[in-house]
């Protein structure tokens, strides 16, 4: 399985951006994908995950109600859509995807870097 993110970039505080994810490969194995993200300095967080049957989300609490995760799966895609955006959103977004619901995201992609601006 490859993930493949694209749309990162640099904005200013109150934009809006999209992340992509392109997924390939056996993703009709895939319980869950997710969007991680990791600032400088920090350990690698959570940010938000789709089932990809029934499409439950969630969401870490920093990210609630500005970012939407979302997925296609007739172009096993997964996007994140991120809304009012912070300098402290500022990090490297990765995708990743999951077996089932009792494993840890064991596919990753190569990340898209975030800056946001004050």
């Known amino acids: 399985v490859q993930l493949v993110e694209s749309g990162g970039g640099l904005v200013q505080a109150g934009d809006s951006l999209r992340l992509s994810c392109a997924a390939s490969g056996r993703t009709f194995n895939f319980y869950s994908m997710g969007w991680f993200r990791q600032a400088p300095g920090k350990d690698r967080e959570f940010v938000a995950s789709?089932?990809?049957?029934?499409?439950?989300?969630s969401y870490a609490d920093s990210v609630e109600g500005r970012f939407t995760i979302s997925k296609d799966s007739t172009k096993n895609t997964v996007s994140l859509h991120m809304n009012g955006l912070k300098p402290e959103d500022t990090a490297i977004y990765y995708c990743?995807?999951?077996?089932?619901?009792?494993?840890?995201?064991?596919?990753w992609g190569q990340g898209t870097q975030v800056t946001v601006s004050s």
């Open positions: 990743a995807a999951r077996a089932s619901m009792l494993t840890s995201f064991t596919n």
């Open positions: 789709i089932t990809w049957g029934g499409g439950i989300t």
